[in-house]
T-cell receptor, first 118, second 112 residues
Framework: AQKVTQAQTEISVVEKEDVTLDCVYE???????LFWYKQPPSGELVFLIR??????QNEISGRYSWNFQKSTSSFNFTITASQVVDSAVYFC???????????????FGQGTILTVHP | DAEITQSPRHKITETGRQVTLACHQT?????MFWYRQDLGHGLRLIHY???????NKGEVSDGYSVSRSNTEDLPLTLESAASSQTSVYFC???????????FGQGTRLTVV
């Protein structure tokens, strides 16, 4: 069975601080996908990134960066110089690879509530 | 633009009533999913479907059912609403090329 753990329930930072959101996963699949979604106060789920299990390169997109380490089954998300608009709930998710009898279901972590204070 | 829409956005119903939440996508995706979101639990899978006439139970399927009569729609039915089913419900769809899942705006259901 797949499992995703986001141990940090809530994080509070002051604007311009860097913050890292942790994500640890469990799976028996050799091919899988990892995701981060953002849920702002308006409630919709916003896709941030997808990473497949064969690609361990870190990725940077503006103030966002992701560190994927298969050795520790982690896919951590860092926001550099946080801003008030970053305040949201962030979800890490794991998916089996689509194909054959796989439906590509996403398994989500519990979410981390990030509050950035001005 | 293709999209996925849920209706209603908000609903209050009484215990014991049957309720149906609609989900409609124009992405032409075969894979569709229903999740519920509760504080401390993240999003949990209720039901999912691979295509027309295919439905499967997720981890929290008790008290819920779905049907898939066409590619675009996956309605979620609460057979007899219970207070424990007060939650925010999200529908999602995903295509075969392992892209991200696209989510609807969510339906906030309150059972009183």
């Amino acid at each position: 069975a797949q499992k995703v753990t986001q141990a940090q329930t809530e994080i509070s930072v002051v604007e311009k601080e860097d913050v890292t959101l942790d994500c640890v996963y469990e799976t028996r699949d050799t091919t899988y996908y990892l995701f981060w979604y953002k849920q702002p106060p308006s409630g919709e789920l916003v896709f941030l990134i997808r990473r497949n299990s064969f690609d361990e390169q870190n990725e940077i997109s503006g103030r966002y960066s992701w560190n994927f380490q298969k050795s520790t089954s982690s896919f951590n998300f860092t926001i550099t110089a946080s801003q008030v608009v970053d305040s949201a709930v962030y979800f890490c998710a794991l998916s089996e690879a689509l194909g054959g009898t796989s439906y590509g279901k996403l398994t989500f972590g519990q979410g981390t509530i990030l509050t950035v204070h001005p | 633009d293709a999209e996925i829409t849920q209706s209603p956005r908000h609903k209050i119903t009484e215990t014991g009533r049957q309720v149906t939440l609609a989900c409609h996508q124009t992405w032409n995706h075969n894979n569709m999913f229903w999740y519920r979101q509760d504080l401390g639990h993240g999003l949990r899978l209720i039901h999912y479907s691979y295509g027309v006439q295919d439905t499967n139970k997720g981890e929290v399927s008790d008290g819920y059912s779905v049907s898939r009569s066409n590619t675009e729609d996956l309605p979620l039915t609460l057979e007899s609403a219970a207070s424990s089913q007060t939650s925010v419900y999200f529908c999602a769809s995903r295509e075969l090329r392992n892209t991200e899942a696209f989510f609807g705006q969510g339906t906030r259901l309150t059972v009183v």
